[in-house]
């Protein structure tokens, strides 16, 4: 699939429940306590916890045998294996989100550009791409599909929390409430996902584990909370103008940065060396 394929599947999902509360939703009193609104949306807290445990089952449950692919370069073809043969790996030869897509969509029908190209096992320069290191492991140009059907699950479970902040600001009245709930929302979904990060399940956005989903979505919390207090409270609605901006063009920017189209223009702006262009100057300033 497409980053728009999952959009739509989680819009869709997420939609389908919102109908099915709103009969419930228009006879809510107007200022709902956070009970209140869980008892609300009562479907869509039950869907979460089933998807959650759907997802963990199988991540940690689907045995991964190991597995072939053809690398085609030029003319010549020739078979990697990746050896598995092992039960709840995050590694990215092994894990199961990987092995669904092969299993269900097949591996011709997945991405041929390699997810990991940027990582240090994959690029010599990394965190760009680059040619391979030598003795690459295998799966740095085996198939993957990063929106791939399993790793969906839990990006519908963030349309459901971001669902969720809305239907604060619907139902809890009180700038005072409303923010305090995202705050504390936000906090307490960020400690979850490092708690589950200490725990062993890594922050990995490529399979969109539990513990991404709750930091990243504890994040979103934080900065809505900061954005409502600038536009709604303050009205300082100009300094935010840059945030509209990337918001109103937010996937041409995706495209661009998925394509390398943006790094690459970036890498045109350099003082006297090509080679001292803006992102070489700012990969050194962050220390790499």
């Known amino acids: 699939m497409g980053v728009l394929q999952r959009i739509a599947i989680a819009y869709a999902i997420v939609a389908f429940f919102e109908v099915r509360s709103s009969a419930n939703s ?35 449950g689907i045995y991964v045998p190991d597995w072939q692919f053809e690398l085609l370069d030029g003319n010549k073809s020739q078979m990697l294996e990746i050896n598995c043969n092992i039960r709840g790996s995050m590694s990215p030869g092994c894990n199961a989100v990987g092995y669904v897509d092969r299993l269900i969509l097949g591996i011709s029908h997945l991405y041929k550009r390699s997810a990991y190209r940027r990582t240090q096992e994959c690029s010599v320069n990394s965190p760009l791409s680059g040619p391979l290191p030598i003795n690459a492991p295998a799966w740095c140009e ?23 902040y809305g239907h604060v600001l619907l139902h809890m009245k009180g700038p ?8 504390a929302s936000g906090f307490i979904l960020m400690f979850l996902g490092l708690l589950l990060n ?32 600038l536009v709604d409270i303050y009205k300082w609605r100009s300094s935010t103008a840059f945030f509209k901006w990337v918001g109103m063009h937010s996937l041409m920017i995706y495209a661009l940065l998925a394509s390398d189209l943006l790094p690459i223009l970036l890498q045109g702006f350099y003082w006297r060396r090509p080679d001292n262009n803006l992102i070489q100057i700012l990969l050194r300033g962050l220390g790499f």
């Not at 599909?145 to 929390?161: H, R």
């Not at 005072?176 to 705050?183: E, G, Y």
């Not at 513990?211 to 934080?222: E, H, N, Q």
Request: net charge neutral; aromatic share 16%.
């Open 142 to 164: 085996a198939p993957f599909d990063p929106e791939g059907l399993l790793s969906t699950i839990p990006a519908i479970v963030t349309c459901f929390i971001g669902a969720h």
């Open 176 to 183: 005072k409430r409303q923010l305090w709930h995202w705050t």
């Open 198 to 229: 200490a725990a062993g399940m890594p922050l990995n956005k490529q399979l969109y584990t539990v513990s991404y989903m709750f930091v990243t979505t504890g994040i979103v919390a934080l900065a809505f909370t900061a954005t409502f207090v």
């Open 26 to 60: 228009y006879m809510a009193d107007a200022n709902e306590s956070f009970s209140g609104i869980l008892r609300i949306y009562h479907c869509q807290c039950a869907a979460v916890f089933v998807l959650i445990a759907i997802y963990l089952g199988l991540l940690y």
